[in-house]
């Protein structure tokens, strides 16, 4: 074996992240979630699942622990040869708080050992705790070093940032953003502009009357893809929806990428809102379903 075999072995070999959190948090729906870009619905998890997923060239072995009573006392031993542990909490579940509390002092002593991140889901919900009230409710000031951050696994508000972050902790390197795009813009299927948005004022100008030209034209050709100020954007259709993303020409744009994007955030649309069938829409429902999975998009 030369000495090539065995830097690969060793760049190559799968990180190990363990799951944690109590029965109901929303763990199994964060790892669907990661895989397939969209929510889905799952029942109680059984013992433990195992997915691996790659991250830029990195192979992250996810084990998905069941949360319920019976499975909690397994965590420890899988945590025991884990690079990172995650322990997600329900931030709408107050009244369970106390009770996480507990199940996260019982494993606290992996912080000495490996990062730690606790992620506070169901951030798409109306009465969530603060981050602040997470902290003190688990005590988390007491542990050497600790770390919280708000996600849906429902819309995918966050999501990106928090991987970021693992794989910064995980690896030492940052996890590059190849598609930043200005805005993103949703219309309905007749190009009517139902919800937009932008990280900077990009939109006020003539670029959005611009935008919605062209997605006008764009009904009676195949084009999907125009220069304009110094700006490309790109277009993509959906059973009943259509979308642009905008992105700056000085930025190395990757076409490809933004489309797929674009791709994910209306198959996600059309997932979540099944009376688009029914031809009905509800334009509030939208823009925030938009605004929440945009935070993966823009930043
Ligand atoms: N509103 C909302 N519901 C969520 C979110 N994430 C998960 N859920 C719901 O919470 C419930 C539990 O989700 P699971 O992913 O099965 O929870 P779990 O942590 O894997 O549970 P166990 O496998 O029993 O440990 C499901 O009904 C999900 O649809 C979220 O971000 N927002
Ligand atoms: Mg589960």
Redesign the pocket.
């Known amino acids: 074996m030369g000495i090539k075999n065995i830097l690969r072995r060793i760049v190559s070999k799968d990180r190990k992240i363990v799951i944690t959190?109590l029965?109901?948090?929303?763990?199994?729906?964060m790892v669907s979630f990661l895989q397939t870009g969209t929510f889905i619905?799952?029942t109680?998890?059984m013992g433990k699942e195992e997915t691996t997923i790659e991250v830029q060239g990195v192979r992250m072995n996810l084990i998905?622990m069941?949360?319920?009573k019976d499975f909690r006392a397994m965590w420890q031993g899988e945590l025991d040869d884990a690079q990172f542990a995650i322990f997600?909490v329900d931030a709408a579940d107050k009244d369970r708080f106390a009770e996480a509390k507990e199940e996260l002092w019982k494993i606290s002593s992996v912080v000495k050992e490996i990062p730690l991140i606790v992620l506070a889901?169901?951030y798409?919900?109306p009465d969530v705790a603060s981050l602040s009230e997470i902290i003190e409710a688990l005590d988390l000031q007491r542990l050497s070093s600790f770390e919280v951050l708000p996600i849906?696994?429902?819309t995918g508000y966050g999501i990106v940032k928090a991987f970021k972050k693992i794989y910064y902790k995980m690896t030492g390197d940052q996890l590059t953003k190849k598609l930043r795009p200005k805005a993103v813009t949703i219309f309905d299927k007749g190009g009517v502009p139902l919800t937009s948005t932008s990280s900077d004022d990009v939109l006020k100008g003539g670029l959005f009357a611009a935008i919605t030209n062209f997605i006008k034209e764009s009904f009676n050709s195949e084009l999907n893809q125009i220069k304009i100020e110094g700006n490309t954007i790109i277009f993509k259709r959906s059973n009943h929806l259509m979308g642009s993303i905008v992105i700056d020409d000085t930025e190395n744009i990757d076409a490809k990428e933004a489309e797929d994007g674009l791709n994910e955030l209306l198959c996600h649309l059309e997932n979540m809102c099944p009376e688009l069938e029914q031809e009905k829409l509800d334009e509030e429902k939208l823009k925030f379903l938009v605004e929440q999975y945009s935070t993966n998009l823009l930043e």
């Not at 029965?23 to 729906?29: E, R, S």
Request: charge should be negative; proline fraction near 4%; charged fraction near 30%.
């Open positions: 959190g029965d109901n948090a929303g763990k199994t729906t619905e799952h109680p998890t998905d069941g949360g319920q997600m889901n169901k798409d919900l849906s696994c429902k």
